[in-house]
């Protein structure tokens, strides 16, 4: 009797421990399994959000590149960016290119990465600034104000290239102080020590604006004059020429 209640409560110890084992390897499965989808929708998550701020990036792009498109004719470009004595068909034209890049960012720029985002507002403050009439402010600071405004845009432009990857973004700056007095445009030539980047070596007529896929799966390079056609494979072998 007693050897058979041993061999009873043996059995009985050793479906327990072997119950226990296996729950617990059951336990370790599960947790495997929900750990391993857990790291795999963070990564669809972060492939959506790289995807969705760089497709925002690209029409970004594109926006600025259609606010900087202006007839090259014109003798006093500065007219075509901030409120200076011009015919009303220029104030017009300046007024609706700035409408159309304003409307770009209010529906793209929240999806930008928060550091580029606030580039990006300063720009729309600048472009703001610049679409006010300011009757006391002399030419040659309105002037200023349009080298400021096209230099920013480019430091702009290569923040948001470089949200797509391949390139490195650049350090942050402020926007140019529109109060300062000096007649220097912001990125050009900037003394040891000035918080701006230097811009000094930016063309703007012989440079690329960049590179914007569409939803439709269409690919366009756009330049400083709109679109760029017959794009050689090496982008930099664009001249001013061939734009």
Known sequence: MTELLAALLGALVGGVLSAWVGSRQTAKVLKHETDLAAKERQEAQRVEEDRRRSFAADRLI???????????????????????????????????RASVLLQ????????????????????????????????????????????????????????????????????????PDVRREESRPWGFKPEVGNNEPDLTGWVHGDRLVGEVSFT??????????????????????????SQ
Do not use: M
Request: hydrophobic share 30%.
């Open 62 to 96: 594109a926006a600025l590149a259609d606010f900087t498109t202006v007839k090259q004719d014109d003798e006093d470009r500065s007219a075509s960016f901030v409120r200076v004595r011009a015919t009303a068909d220029v104030h017009h034209e300046r007024n609706r």
């Open 104 to 175: 770009a960012g209010s529906s793209e720029a929240h999806a930008l990465p928060a550091e580029v985002r606030e580039r990006w507002d300063g720009l729309i403050w600048l472009v703001r600034y610049n679409q006010s009439k300011q009757p006391d402010r002399p030419d040659e600071l309105r002037r200023r104000d349009a080298s400021d405004l096209l230099n920013y845009i480019e430091y702009v432009r290569r923040s948001l290239c470089a949200v797509g990857g391949g390139h490195r973004t650049p350090s942050a700056f402020p926007p």
């Open 216 to 241: 439709s799966g269409e690919r366009r390079w756009y330049g400083p004059n709109g679109l760029v056609a017959d794009l050689p494979r090496d982008p930099s072998a664009v001249t001013k020429d």
